[in-house]
């Protein structure tokens, strides 16, 4: 298989930029979608069942994920992720007001902001993946550059949309800034069986 960067940013080509390693909290999303394949475990199902072994496995961290709780990590750890030369910085905010830091979610509002003002000093831009849309409203304060899907991306169809959806002053808000934001509406296409879900993101 040929490399994909001498296939890409050229004439006839889509432009990309990669971000190597994504930024969460330890065992934050998206940690298993790395270890269940790095641990020839493909089927997402069967994650969950795995759960105990694929938490202490940890093949591709400071590979595919880096682990950042605090201060002390960020700073013993940038180094390594600058040499992985990643085009742009991928952190990721789980309801961040409410499960910043916490296991399955991604990083604290404290751990993201010192993240994004490591970044900026070095020149790079964050893209975060964000649950909901006070993560959005959340990442905006903090100065990211960009989002990599919709608050609500990931919904199973069930229960109230609310805490997913943007208001006209978001909107206003991301255009006033000019900030990027990638859709990432390939759940609802794939869950064909899921009309609400499809119905949801037809609305946004």
Same mark, same amino acid.
């Not at 080509?13 to 641990?39: K, Q, R």
């Not at 400071?62 to 013993?76: S, T």
């Not at 296991?103 to 970044?119: Q, R, T």
């Given at each position: 298989?040929?490399?994909?960067?001498?296939?890409?940013?050229?004439?006839?080509?889509?432009?990309?930029?990669?971000?190597?390693?994504?930024?969460?909290?330890?065992?934050?999303?998206?940690?298993?979608?790395?270890?269940?394949?790095?641990?020839?475990?493909?089927?997402?199902?069967?994650?969950?069942?795995?759960?105990?072994?694929?938490?202490?496995?940890?093949?591709?961290?400071?590979?595919?994920?880096?682990?950042?709780?605090?201060?002390?990590?960020?700073?013993?750890?940038?180094?390594?992720?600058?040499?992985?030369?990643?085009?742009?910085?991928?952190?990721?905010?789980?309801?961040?007001?409410?499960?910043?830091?916490?296991?399955? !979610?991604? $990083?604290?509002?404290?751990?993201?902001? @010192? /993240?994004?003002?490591?970044? #900026?000093?070095?020149?790079?831009?964050?893209? %975060?993946?964000?649950?909901?849309?006070?993560?959005?409203?959340?990442?905006?304060?903090?100065?990211?550059?960009?989002?990599?899907?919709?608050?609500?991306?990931?919904?199973?169809?069930?229960?109230?949309?609310?805490?997913?959806?943007?208001?006209?002053?978001?909107? !206003?808000? $991301?255009?006033?800034?000019?900030?990027? @934001? /990638?859709?990432?509406?390939? #759940?609802?296409?794939?869950?064909?069986?899921? %009309?609400?879900?499809?119905?949801?993101?037809?609305?946004?």
């Amino acid at each position: 298989m040929q490399p994909l960067p001498p296939l890409l940013n050229k004439a006839g080509a889509p432009d990309a930029v990669f971000s190597n390693g994504v930024i969460t909290c330890t065992l934050g999303h998206p940690f298993l979608e790395y270890e269940g394949p790095a641990n020839k475990i493909k089927n997402p199902s069967l994650w969950g069942e795995k759960y105990a072994e694929l938490k202490t496995s940890q093949k591709m961290l400071g590979n595919g994920y880096w682990f950042i709780d605090n201060k002390v990590a960020l700073e013993a750890n940038w180094d390594k992720i600058k040499m992985q030369n990643p085009g742009v910085i991928s952190i990721y905010l789980m309801d961040m007001q409410n499960n910043g830091g916490k296991e399955g !979610k991604g $990083l604290s509002a404290e751990v993201a902001k @010192l /993240v994004v003002k490591k970044a #900026h000093k070095s020149g790079l831009r964050v893209f %975060a993946n964000v649950e909901t849309a006070d993560d959005l409203r959340l990442g905006l304060k903090l100065g990211v550059d960009g989002f990599a899907n919709l608050p609500g991306h990931n919904w199973d169809g069930l229960g109230d949309t609310k805490k997913f959806e943007l208001t006209a002053a978001d909107i !206003k808000t $991301l255009v006033k800034k000019k900030t990027p @934001l /990638v859709l990432l509406l390939s #759940h609802g296409q794939a869950a064909a069986n899921r %009309a609400a879900v499809q119905e949801f993101h037809k609305k946004r």
